[in-house]
């Protein structure tokens, strides 16, 4: 079992829509949780980071950690398609060792 | 701000040439780097992580030989790929993280090196 699982997709939705996507975890010891967006050919770009459980937002982004059940989400709002792209979720444990843990990635793509 | 800026942007190159690639975080201080590999539409594949002057850690499969990195300043580390192979064409991207007392700071990536070898 991977330590971080994360839908592929891809996930079409028409521009307009609230999009959601998930990640799960299995280690307990993550208490930094990331969202990344990366379009085709580039570096991945930090969009959401949070410590531990709770409601982040930004813009049209909104990020929700919820520990007890080891699940993250990332929420677009009025979804754009400049916001088609693979999001990846990134999680990191409170040590010396600043590795990060990603998902696998979600495509997205926005339809106009 | 934390801006990480990686060059070049692409390589083209024979088998058998060494290339460097340069990562540079050009806002704040990077007191750890990391080199990133990706396959195409897989996932991030952590190659090693550098501290400012110390040697770097390198992932288990990793060749430290075929890959060496050196990381001589806050805001500088390079990876050199020595004597590359056509296996070794792959998009390569780093990251770097700046460090504040009693947290952990996100990593902010650059743009990747696309690596081919002919």
């Known amino acids: 079992q991977k330590e971080v699982e994360q839908d592929p997709g891809p996930l079409s939705v028409p521009e307009g829509a609230i999009v959601s996507l998930n990640c799960t975890y299995s280690?307990?010891?993550?208490?930094?949780f990331m969202w990344y967006r990366q379009y085709s050919r580039k570096g991945p770009e930090l969009l959401m980071y949070?410590?531990?459980?709770g409601n982040k937002e930004d813009g049209r982004f909104t990020a929700q950690v919820d520990k007890s059940s080891k699940y993250i989400s990332l929420f677009i709002r009025d979804s754009q398609p400049s916001d088609s792209a693979t999001y990846l979720c990134?999680?990191?444990?409170?040590?010396?060792?600043?590795?990060?843990?990603f998902g696998s990635g979600t495509r997205l793509l926005v339809r106009p | 701000g934390a801006v990480v800026s990686q060059h070049p942007s692409r390589v083209i190159c024979k088998s058998g040439t060494s290339v460097k690639i340069e990562c540079r975080s050009l806002?704040?201080?990077?007191?750890?780097m990391f080199w990133y590999r990706q396959f195409p539409k897989q996932s991030l594949m952590l190659m090693a992580t550098?501290?400012?002057?110390?040697?770097?850690?390198?992932e288990q499969g990793v060749e430290k030989d075929k890959f060496l990195i050196n990381h001589a300043s806050l805001t500088l580390s390079t990876l050199t790929v020595t004597s590359a192979h056509p296996e070794d064409s792959s998009f390569y991207i780093c990251?770097?993280?700046?460090?504040?007392?009693?947290?952990?700071?996100?990593?902010?990536f650059g743009d990747g090196t696309r690596l081919s070898i002919l």
């Open positions: 990251s770097a993280s700046g460090r504040e007392r009693y947290s952990n700071q996100p990593q902010h």
């Open positions: 550098s501290n400012e002057g110390s040697k770097a850690t390198y």
């Open positions: 949070t410590y531990s459980s």
């Open positions: 806002d704040f201080q990077a007191t750890t």
């Open positions: 990134a999680m990191m444990r409170m040590d010396s060792s600043y590795k990060l843990i």
């Open positions: 280690n307990s010891a993550f208490q930094y």
